[in-house]
């Protein structure tokens, strides 16, 4: 499973990745390996001895999930605006600032330290995706036993599987026993 995210948005893919559906691996367990998973992605800044507690493991988890939700929306479905209201706080709690990065440059910066300014920069750069059109080409397999996060690098941003040899195949497969058993909406 690749489709690799360019440049920063690859941490946004790999964050709602800590969670793998398919293969029922949880990496984000307990406050300290949320911890070490932010450190390993640079995402805890300069900050030496981040000390986490469970609500900002339970933040966390909400805000990947609620990403994931962004990600599902990406096929062309709506959100539901609670999705978009958990990025809201957590951008609060983070204190996301403009910074004036370059003569004609602007960038968000958390004020807040910890995990909040984590998960902050996370969200600058989704701002940041957004701001360069990157944003929709990320998107979440629709799969059920799946929800695994890739990045459409298609001409015309059309893929909708993680993997067509996987999920697609297995969407195929499924649709056909639908079809020709009448369908009893059974999914395994
Ligand atoms: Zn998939």
Known sequence: MSNPAPGALETVRAFVNTRDIDDDIELLTGPDELVAWLGDQELLGDE????????????????????RA??????????????????????RRARLTVRFTGPDETGLAPEAAGVDGALGRLLAIVAGAIADGSWPRLKACPADTCQWAFYDASRNRSAVWCDMRVCGNRAKVRGFRERTRGGDGHRH
Do not use: K, N
């Open 48 to 67: 030496r001895d981040v000390r986490a507690t469970p609500g900002d493991l339970r933040h966390a988890v909400e805000l990947r999930e609620a990403l």
């Open 70 to 91: 962004h990600l599902l929306s990406h096929h062309d479905q709506p959100l539901a605006d609670s999705f978009a209201e958990i990025l809201d706080a957590a951008a």
